[in-house]
Every structure is written in structure tokens, then in C-alpha cells.
């Protein structure tokens, strides 16, 4: 018994079940755009009631600690504490700033050091013509 493999047998379809054949994959394409519209009703109620949350939350969280502040002395040390550590943020970026252009002056005369180099290299040739 010897099997033939790869032989593909070519089929003309008629121009009617050609037509039948698009209009079902238009149906199918229909019905995938409403799912996927659906699906993003669904995202946009979604998100809508997180931002809800979030704004319930924070107003909230204004109302319990708007009144607190004047009277309990923990808050201001806290917002102290607060204050210096942003304080001292800055002063290590402005030391990693320093630190970068420091390094920065070091690798530029290196590269225009190989620039010189390769200078004579990499000038542009002109195209033959033919």
C-alpha cells in the first residue's frame, strides 16, 4: 500500500460558495468587534470604580488626618522627619550629579581621542557611477 504525501488537491469554488464563505467570516468578525466592545465596557465600568475608590479614599484619608495634625504632636514629628529625609534626597542627587559630569569629563577627551583616530576612516566615500 503506498501513500501519497503532499499532494494537494486544488478545489475552484463556486462564486456562490465563495460568497458564503466571506459573508461567514464577516458574521464571525461581527461577532468577535461586539465581544471585544463589550469587553471594553466592561474595562471602562471598571476603571471608573476604581477612580471612585480612590477618590472615596482619599477624601477619607483627608478628613481623618486634616483635623489630627494641630493636635497631636507625632504628626509633626513625622512631617520633620519627612522634610529631612526629602532634604537629604537632594543632596545625594545633586551628588550623583556631580559624580556623573565628573565621569562624563573623563570619557569625553578618550573619545575625541579614537575620533582623531579613525578620522581619515570613517570620511565619507563617494558612490560609483555605472
Keep these: 500500500m503506498v501513500k501519497k504525501i503532499g499532494v494537494i488537491k486544488k478545489k475552484s469554488m463556486t462564486k456562490s460558495e465563495l460568497e458564503q ?4 467570516n464577516f458574521v464571525n ?11 471594553f465596557e466592561d474595562l471602562s465600568n471598571n476603571v471608573s470604580k476604581l477612580l471612585q475608590l480612590f477618590e ?20 509633626k514629628e513625622f512631617l520633620k522627619k519627612l522634610d ?7 543632596t545625594i542627587a545633586k551628588g550623583i550629579m556631580l559624580m ?13 581621542q579614537e ?15 555605472f
Design 29 to 39: 468578525l461581527q461577532k468577535v468587534l461586539t465581544n471585544l466592545s463589550v469587553k
Design 56 to 75: 472615596i479614599s482619599a477624601k477619607s484619608f483627608a478628613e481623618k488626618y486634616s483635623g489630627k495634625a494641630g493636635e497631636n504632636g507625632t504628626d
Design 21 to 24: 464563505m466571506l459573508l461567514n
Design 115 to 129: 575620533q582623531n583616530r579613525y578620522k581619515g576612516i570613517l570620511r565619507a566615500k563617494p558612490l560609483p557611477r
Design 84 to 90: 529631612s529625609l526629602l532634604e537629604q534626597n537632594k
Design 100 to 112: 556623573e559630569e565628573k565621569v562624563r569629563q573623563r570619557k569625553t577627551p578618550n573619545l575625541s
